[in-house]
């Protein structure tokens, strides 16, 4: 329920706890309360509230996605990989969101979604690219990892087969007889 109180607009919800608000039971509540915002600033309301909530949730998969890349980048960069060239492309997707969020805030929706796939398809070749430079950094390490298993597994089955096949180094101890001493 809302009124008009002198310039603003005022809400009464019955329930703002219950599962009508959990994001869980109902995927749209974050909407209705931005929708809510939008309305109280006499802003005009998304015809097509379906794409907006896709619009929103584009934006929250370019944060997480963005997320797991800069924490890829700092990962490798431990290991001595040279990451700019990535964190520079990181920079130039960001600016495309930036200008995707501007739109999205002008009520231009449409161009707004345009510039979120771009971008995620941007950041999708950012994650393969990081990838692919975690296992460049990686390999060396890998490699010395194989190699030490390996001589350690030709190292102890040689020792294996020359003590326990081979028998060369030892030799069968003689029988020995308990006998009567008179």
Not at 22 to 50: C, H, W
Not at 76 to 89: D, L, S
Not at 111 to 127: F, G, N, P, T, V
């Amino acid at each position: 329920m809302y009124w008009g109180y002198g310039n603003g607009t005022t809400w009464t919800h019955q329930d703002m706890f219950g599962p009508y608000w959990n994001t869980v039971y109902n995927p749209y509540a974050p909407d209705m309360i931005l929708a809510e915002l939008i309305f109280s600033t006499g802003r005009k309301l998304p015809q097509d509230v379906v794409a907006v909530h896709r619009l929103r949730t584009k934006f929250s998969g370019f944060k997480e996605s963005k997320s797991f890349v800069y924490s890829l980048i700092d990962f490798v960069e431990t290991f001595g990989a040279n990451a700019n060239p990535i964190t520079r492309k990181m920079g130039e997707t960001a600016t495309t969101v930036q200008q995707a969020r501007q739109l999205y805030l002008d009520q231009q929706y449409e161009k707004s979604s345009l510039l979120m796939d771009q971008a995620l398809r941007e950041i999708e070749d950012l994650r393969e690219e990081a990838l692919k430079l975690k296992d460049r950094a990686l390999f060396w390490i890998y490699l010395v990892e194989w190699l030490v298993v390996t001589g350690v597994s030709l190292l102890a089955g040689t020792a294996l087969w020359t003590l326990m096949i081979r028998k060369r180094l030892y030799r069968q101890a003689p029988t020995t007889r308990i006998t009567r001493f008179h």
